[in-house]
C-alpha cells in the first residue's frame, strides 16, 4: 500500500470513530432536565406526613408492579384494603388511591411517564377523578 491509500483508511477511521461517538459528545449540555413532578394536591396539602404509600424510592421503581398486584388481589380474589407496612391502610385501586393524592396526575404521571417514553394504557378503562371523558 503506498502513502495515498494509508491517508485514506485515516480519514476513514476518523470518520468512524467520530460517527460512532456520536450520541455522547453531541447532546452534552443539551440533554433535556429531568421532569419537575408536583405534589400539590388538596389532598396531599391535608397529609400530615408528606409520605406515599411505601417510601419513595420503593414508588419510584416499584409503583407498576405494586399496581399489578393490587389489581389481581382486588379483582380476583376480591381482597381490597392494602395495608402499608406502617399500618396504614388504602384502598387497592388506581382511582380510588394514586389518583386521589395524586389527582394532578398530568403534572406528576404524565410527567415522568412521558419524559421516560413510558405510556401506561391503564386510562382508557380507568378513570381520571375530574378529568372529563372526550
Ligand atoms: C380494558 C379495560 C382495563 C384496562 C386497560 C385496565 N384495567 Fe384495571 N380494571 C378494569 C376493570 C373492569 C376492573 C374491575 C373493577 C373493579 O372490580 O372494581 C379493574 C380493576 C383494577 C384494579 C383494582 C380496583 C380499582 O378500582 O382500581 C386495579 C388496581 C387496576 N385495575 C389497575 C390497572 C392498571 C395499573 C392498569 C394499566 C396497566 C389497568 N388496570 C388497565 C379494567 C381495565
Ligand atoms: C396518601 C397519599 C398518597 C397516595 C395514596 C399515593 N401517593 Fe404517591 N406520593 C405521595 C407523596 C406525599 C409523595 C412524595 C413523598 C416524598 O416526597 O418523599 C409521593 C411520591 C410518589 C412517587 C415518587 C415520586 C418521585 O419523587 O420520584 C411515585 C412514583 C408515586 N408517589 C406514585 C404513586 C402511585 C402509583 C400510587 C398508587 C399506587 C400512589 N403514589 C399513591 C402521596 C401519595
Ligand atoms: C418518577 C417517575 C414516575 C412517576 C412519578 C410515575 N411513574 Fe409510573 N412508571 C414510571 C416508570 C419508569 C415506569 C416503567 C416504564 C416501563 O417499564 O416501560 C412506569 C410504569 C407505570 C405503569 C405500568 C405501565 C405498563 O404498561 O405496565 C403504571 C400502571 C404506572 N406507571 C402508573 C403510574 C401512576 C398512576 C402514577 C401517578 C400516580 C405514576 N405511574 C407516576 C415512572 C413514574
Not at 396539602?45 to 398486584?69: I, P, W, Y
Request: aromatic share 10%.
Amino acid at each position: 500500500m503506498n502513502n495515498h491509500q494509508w491517508g485514506k483508511i485515516a480519514v476513514g477511521l476518523v470518520i468512524f470513530v467520530v460517527l460512532i461517538t456520536f450520541p455522547f459528545w453531541y447532546g452534552k449540555g443539551k440533554t433535556s432536565p429531568p421532569p419537575q413532578l408536583s405534589l400539590d394536591t388538596p389532598a396531599i396539602a391535608q397529609l400530615k406526613e408528606k409520605r406515599c404509600v411505601e417510601d419513595t424510592s420503593f414508588m419510584r421503581g416499584n409503583h407498576m408492579k405494586l399496581l399489578n398486584v393490587w389489581r389481581d388481589e382486588a379483582v380476583r380474589e376480591g381482597h381490597r384494603l392494602y395495608t402499608a407496612k406502617d399500618g396504614r391502610t388504602f384502598e387497592k385501586s388506581l382511582s380510588g388511591a394514586c389518583l386521589k393524592c395524586h389527582s394532578n396526575k398530568e403534572q406528576f404521571c404524565d410527567r415522568c411517564h412521558n419524559y421516560l417514553g413510558a405510556k401506561p394504557s391503564c386510562f382508557s378503562c380507568h378513570n381520571v377523578p375530574g378529568e372529563v371523558k372526550k
